[in-house]
């Protein structure tokens, strides 16, 4: 039981400041599970609140999923887009929000629209505006089975394709965390690569033996795949609460479905003072410390609301944090991975095929919890062979995780070296 607590903690301490929302018979906030989310989408909220066009679409993958997606096609001057498409993809508890937080003069989503792209920004499968299915509901279990290999599998082809078959155009790609991990693995495999121009990819997730972030640290070494098969009665809480969906805001009440309000700071104080963390400043212990954000601005995606993802996702990922590698999900046994792979253990992902004339463009910061600066010297390492010409590597010793998509200085540290490296591609 103590693990598992200690899970929802490192959890829970990323939701200190956000905003709860009333609560269905599920335990899950109504705001979340509602089906018509575009009476207050992104389009209206974040973008022609600040005098810019934009369209919602809505793209099915192969496996279903219904994903919502913001199209910027013109600057603020209503000039149309005269240059090629841009696909935005957020990382892990994030969505298309994170492009558009920050005012329009920061704001990766906005800057390119300014500078003449043609911006199309993705929510991926599970995220508020992208709750819908062909034949499933948020609330099977069925509808949570998934992992970022399933991100990178239909998730990112399907939008690839939706824009490039909407526009005519190759793409170029920007992808924040998880969605270069999405990016990595597909390009691995040689997909969607006939589609795009470029990638940039910013705070790069590959290589996580070395993440030193204690709060990633704690959930991957407790939140064992096993305790979803677990039989023995101190676990069943996980099923009552169906936990197959992971929503950062909710995890404080699940505390207090364990003990009482009072029991559950406490267990929170205690942790921290365990991990040694000041939990007054949970996001830094978990991304890093962060340089240059707007506590303002902070708030308000906070507000917005850190983004549910499937429980089954940060499994995975916490199995890349424990053994180093990057390969499929690990089923935790022998016949349950022959059932899914042919092969008793996960097929490994090689970064090393990647093609070597794909241009890519690669950021990260020095004082990063999650895209460590060892790590990804092994990411560099697995390029090494990339042409030199193809490969732009831009290292910001100050920035953490956050500061890539937030930070007040952004559009000079690294937006525009992205427009001057989409440029030339």
Same mark, same amino acid.
């Given at each position: 039981?103590?693990?598992?607590?200690?899970? =929802?903690?490192?959890?829970?301490? =990323?939701?200190?400041? @956000?905003?709860?929302?009333?609560?269905?018979?599920? #335990?899950?906030?109504?705001?979340?599970?509602?089906?018509?989310?575009?009476?207050?989408?992104?389009?209206?909220?974040?973008?022609?609140?600040?005098?810019?066009?934009?369209?919602?679409?809505? &793209?099915?993958?192969?496996?279903?999923?219904? *994903?919502?997606?913001?199209?910027?096609?013109?600057?603020?001057?209503?000039?149309?887009?005269?240059?090629?498409?841009?696909?935005?993809?957020?990382?892990?508890?994030?969505?298309?929000?994170?492009? %558009?937080?920050?005012?329009?003069?920061?704001?990766?989503?906005?800057?390119?629209?300014?500078?003449?792209?043609? &911006?199309?920004?993705?929510?991926?499968?599970?995220?508020?505006?992208?709750?819908?299915?062909?034949? *499933?509901?948020?609330?099977?279990?069925?509808?949570?089975?998934?992992?970022?290999?399933? %991100?990178?599998?239909?998730? *990112?082809?399907? *939008?690839?394709?939706?824009v490039h078959n909407n526009t005519a155009q190759k793409?170029?790609?920007? #992808?924040?965390?998880? #969605?270069?991990?999405?990016?990595?693995?597909?390009?691995?495999? $040689?997909?969607?690569?006939?589609?795009?121009?470029?990638?940039?990819? %910013?705070?790069?997730?590959?290589?996580?033996?070395? +993440?030193?972030?204690?709060?990633?640290? !704690?959930?991957?070494?407790?939140?064992?795949?096993? +305790?979803?098969?677990?039989?023995?009665?101190?676990?069943?809480?996980?099923?009552?609460?169906?936990?197959?969906?992971?929503?950062?805001?909710? &995890?404080?009440?699940?505390?207090?479905? /364990? @003990?009482?309000?009072?029991?559950?700071?406490?267990?929170?104080?205690?942790?921290?003072?365990?991990?040694?963390?000041?939990?007054?400043?949970?996001?830094?212990?978990?991304?890093?410390?962060?340089?240059?954000?707007?506590? @303002?601005?902070?708030?308000?995606?906070?507000?917005?609301?850190?983004?549910?993802?499937?429980?089954?996702?940060?499994?995975?990922?916490?199995?890349?944090?424990?053994?180093?590698?990057?390969?499929?999900?690990?089923? #935790?046994?022998?016949?349950?991975?022959?059932?899914?792979?042919?092969?008793?253990?996960?097929?490994?992902?090689?970064? !090393?095929?990647?093609?070597?004339?794909?241009?890519?463009? /690669?950021?990260?910061?020095?004082?990063?919890?999650?895209?460590?600066?060892? $790590?990804?010297?092994?990411? =560099?390492?697995?390029?090494?062979?990339?042409?030199?010409?193809?490969? &732009? /590597? %831009?290292?910001?010793?100050?920035?953490?995780? +956050?500061?890539?998509?937030?930070? !007040?200085?952004?559009?000079?540290?690294?937006?525009?070296?992205?427009?001057?490296?989409?440029? /030339?591609?």
């Open positions: 039981m103590a693990n598992i607590v200690v899970s =929802l903690v490192s959890i829970a301490l =990323l939701s200190l400041t @956000t905003a709860q929302g009333s609560t269905n018979f599920h #335990g899950i906030p109504s705001s979340v599970t509602d089906h018509d989310f575009h009476i207050d989408g992104i389009c209206e909220t974040a973008v022609e609140t600040k005098g810019y066009q934009c369209e919602e679409h809505k &793209v099915e993958t192969d496996d279903g999923y219904i *994903l919502s997606l913001q199209r910027l096609p013109a600057g603020r001057s209503g000039h149309k887009a005269d240059k090629p498409p841009v696909l935005l993809q957020h990382g892990l508890f994030c969505d298309a929000l994170s492009w %558009l937080i920050n005012p329009p003069d920061e704001a990766l989503g906005f800057i390119l629209a300014d500078n003449g792209y043609d &911006v199309w920004i993705s929510n991926t499968r599970g995220t508020k505006y992208s709750r819908s299915h062909r034949s *499933l509901s948020p609330n099977d279990a069925a509808f949570w089975n998934w992992s970022w290999d399933e %991100l990178a599998s239909y998730d *990112l082809p399907a *939008l690839v394709k939706y793409i170029h790609y920007v #992808g924040h965390s998880l #969605g270069t991990l999405m990016a990595f693995t597909a390009f691995s495999r $040689g997909q969607v690569l006939d589609m795009l121009r470029s990638a940039a990819l %910013l705070s790069p997730i590959s290589h996580m033996r070395q +993440v030193n972030s204690p709060i990633a640290r !704690t959930f991957a070494d407790t939140f064992l795949a096993e +305790v979803r098969q677990a039989s023995s009665f101190k676990y069943q809480f996980i099923y009552f609460i169906e936990f197959d969906e992971m929503i950062p805001s909710v &995890v404080a009440k699940i505390l207090d479905l /364990v @003990t009482s309000r009072e029991g559950s700071t406490r267990l929170v104080e205690g942790i921290c003072k365990t991990l040694r963390i000041d939990c007054s400043k949970p996001l830094a212990y978990f991304t890093g410390p962060n340089c240059c954000l707007n506590s @303002t601005l902070l708030n308000s995606l906070l507000d917005h609301g850190l983004q549910s993802t499937a429980t089954k996702n940060l499994i995975h990922l916490s199995q890349m944090i424990r053994t180093g590698n990057i390969a499929k999900y690990d089923y #935790g046994n022998i016949l349950k991975n022959r059932q899914n792979y042919g092969q008793p253990f996960p097929p490994p992902y090689d970064l !090393t095929a990647i093609p070597k004339d794909f241009p890519l463009f /690669v950021s990260y910061g020095g004082l990063d919890m999650l895209s460590e600066v060892n $790590g990804v010297k092994l990411l =560099l390492n697995d390029l090494k062979s990339h042409d030199a010409n193809n490969l &732009v /590597v %831009l290292f910001r010793k100050e920035y953490a995780h +956050v500061d890539f998509f937030m930070a !007040t200085n952004v559009k000079q540290v690294l937006y525009d070296p992205i427009i001057s490296f989409f440029q /030339v591609n």
